[in-house]
């Protein structure tokens, strides 16, 4: 798996944890308290890559 976030691009949970380095609780805080945009699909959250991007801008993260 690349370790790009495309802004186009749909990624499940495992992605976006692994993309991150995050937990699964932690990301369960993060879409729950709306820090991070999420999608429900069935029984599945799907993040867009915007929206990942822009949480790590917001998070000071990247430049």
Same mark, same amino acid.
């Given at each position: 798996?690349?370790?790009?976030?495309?802004?186009?691009?749909?990624?499940?949970?495992?992605?976006?944890? $692994?993309? #991150?380095? =995050? /937990?699964?609780?932690? %990301?369960?805080?993060?879409?729950?308290?709306?820090? !991070?945009?999420?999608?429900?699909?069935?029984? $599945?959250? #799907?993040? =867009? /890559?915007?929206?990942? %991007?822009?949480?790590?801008?917001?998070?000071?993260? !990247?430049?």
């Amino acid at each position: 798996m690349n370790n790009e976030i495309n802004p186009n691009a749909v990624y499940i949970g495992t992605e976006v944890r $692994k993309l #991150l380095r =995050i /937990g699964e609780a932690k %990301l369960r805080k993060y879409v729950h308290d709306g820090t !991070i945009k999420a999608s429900l699909a069935g029984n $599945k959250f #799907l993040y =867009i /890559g915007k929206n990942l %991007l822009q949480y790590l801008e917001d998070t000071k993260i !990247i430049d």
